[in-house]
Nanobody
C-alpha cells in the first residue's frame, strides 16, 4: 500500500505561482512513477505532469513551460511548481503514484486562479 498526502493548494491571482507537494509513505520502494492530475468541474481528470523513478518527466502540452515537476527522494516527496497560472488552471489537483500493478491517489487539493 502507498499513502499520498498533498498540500499547497489555494487561491491565487492570474499570473501568480503555487507549489504543490505530495508526500508518499508505505510501500514506496514499489513506486515506478509519480505525478499530478487535475480535474475541473464538469471535466474529466487529466494528466498534468509525471516523473519516473529515474527522473524522466513528461507534461501535458498546455502545462509545458509553466509547470515543473520534481522529486526529493530523501523526503519521498514530489512537487509541482506552477507559474503563470491562468483561470483555466482552476481544478482539484491529485497526486498519483504508479506501481507495476496499481495506481494510488491522494485526496486532492483545490487550486483556484482568479482573473
Amino acid at each position: 500500500q502507498v499513502q499520498l498526502v498533498e498540500s499547497g493548494g489555494g487561491l491565487v491571482q492570474a499570473g501568480g505561482s503555487l507549489r504543490l507537494s505530495c508526500a508518499a509513505s508505505g510501500s514506496i520502494f514499489s513506486i515506478n512513477a509519480m505525478g499530478w492530475y487535475r480535474q475541473a468541474p464538469g471535466k474529466q481528470r487529466e494528466l498534468v505532469a509525471r516523473i519516473t523513478s529515474s527522473g524522466s518527466t513528461n507534461y501535458a502540452d498546455s502545462m509545458k513551460g509553466r509547470f515543473t515537476v520534481s522529486r526529493d527522494n530523501a523526503k519521498n516527496t514530489v512537487y509541482l511548481q506552477m507559474n503563470s497560472l491562468k483561470p483555466e488552471d482552476t481544478a482539484v489537483y491529485y497526486c498519483n503514484a504508479r506501481t507495476d500493478r496499481l495506481m494510488y491517489w491522494g485526496q486532492g487539493t483545490q487550486v483556484t486562479v482568479s482573473s
